[in-house]
């Protein structure tokens, strides 16, 4: 199982970023889907996961009202998508960020077993 993200970038503080992770060969919407994070030096962190339905969402402290997970199930041939949209980054956010399918939305490492291999989100002036 494989799943591909995209859309990290070069962004100066205050600015925006969304991510995108979609799966190569299956569907994400048997799926809950996590994005984690993993700065230089520090262990990987959860950020925010959302649950198959989309009806739940969960993230965690310092990116609370800042970022915001979505999801497109799978229609009209179009693969299953799940964004995180980020806002007012700060150079804290930096990091490599990663996205996993697992079979409930919380906050931990432990509940997923799909990754992608991560896409870097640099914040910097």
């Known amino acids: 199982l494989q799943l591909v993200e995209s859309g990290g970038g070069l962004v100066q503080p205050g600015g925006s970023l969304r991510l995108s992770c979609i799966a190569s060969?299956?569907?994400?919407?048997?799926?809950?889907i996590g994005w984690f994070r993993q700065a230089p030096g520090k262990e990987r962190e959860a950020v925010s996961c959302?649950?198959?339905?989309?009806?739940?969402?969960?993230?965690?402290?310092s990116v609370k009202g800042r970022f915001t997970i979505s999801r497109d199930n799978a229609r009209d041939n179009v693969k299953s998508t799940v964004y995180l949209q980020m806002n007012n980054l700060k150079p804290e956010d930096t990091a490599v960020y990663y996205c996993?399918?697992?079979?409930?939305?919380?906050?931990?490492?432990?509940?997923?077993?799909?990754w992608g291999q991560g896409t870097q989100v640099t914040v910097s002036s």
């Open positions: 959302i649950n198959r339905s989309g009806s739940s969402t969960n993230y965690t402290d």
């Open positions: 060969s299956f569907t994400l919407d048997y799926y809950a």
């Open positions: 996993a399918a697992g079979g409930i939305c919380l906050l931990s490492q432990s509940y997923f077993g799909a």
